[in-house]
């Protein structure tokens, strides 16, 4: 019971560690920058908690879906339009902040743009400062100036230093006589997939044993996806 609130190993070197601070500094840095530069400093850091979160998730964990390009901009526009909404029917209280958070989870998981900081920037956006609540819808402006320019930063820097963002999703290859593995394959364990994310050295949010769960119920189906194969092939009598 114990063991499972231990934190689970990370399979990155401190050279990847670093990578990825200097990158979320730098991005978090502009980003702000630039947002201070069209509409003041102090609208500029009501956004730094949501960037510097996203930031994370861009330079540490870019391979991961919550990282991809559509993911923080669809996520921060659909942040701003609830948190806008429910400030001007609701008020901008704790209690409206709260739901527009939710509110925003739901929309997000709907349009497939899920990404954490998205329900944080929903509640600082309610909870806004007077000089940001005084844009009105305008403040939705700041927001993907910020989220623009923190991309930006994302692309250019991970590309630089060779991690490729965004990641594109893999397609599986058509199945055939000529690529079908044979059934005496031996079974990929949670070590196997432990030594092959130490070597590639990111960071992905997901754990070897989470990926060895999936992939013994993928083998699972692929044997009786092959087995139906055969068996509609059989000519009947």
Known sequence: MLARWL????????????????GMALGTLCSVWVC??????EVALHLLG???????LLFAVSSGALAQPW???????????????????????????CFAAGMTVILICWLRCLHPPAGGLAMTLVLADPASSALGWQALAPVMLGAGALLACAL??????????????????????GNAAPLTDPSITAADL???????EQFYDVAPAELEQLIH????????????QVLASRPTA
């Open 156 to 177: 250019a820097y991970n590309n630089a230093t060779r991690t490729r963002y965004p990641k594109a999703a893999l397609e599986s290859p058509p199945i055939g006589v």
């Open 7 to 22: 934190p689970a190993a990370i399979n990155t070197r401190p050279g990847e560690w670093s990578r990825a601070a200097i």
């Open 71 to 97: 993911s923080i901009m669809g996520s921060y526009l659909c942040a701003g339009i609830v948190a806008l909404l429910v400030a001007r029917v609701l008020g901008r209280t704790l209690g409206s902040a």
């Open 36 to 41: 201070a530069q069209v509409f003041g400093m």
């Open 217 to 228: 119920a993928a083998q699972g189906h692929a044997r009786r996806r092959s087995i139906g």
């Open 194 to 200: 432990k030594r092959a994310l130490a070597e590639m």
């Open 50 to 56: 949501p960037l510097g979160a996203s930031a994370v």
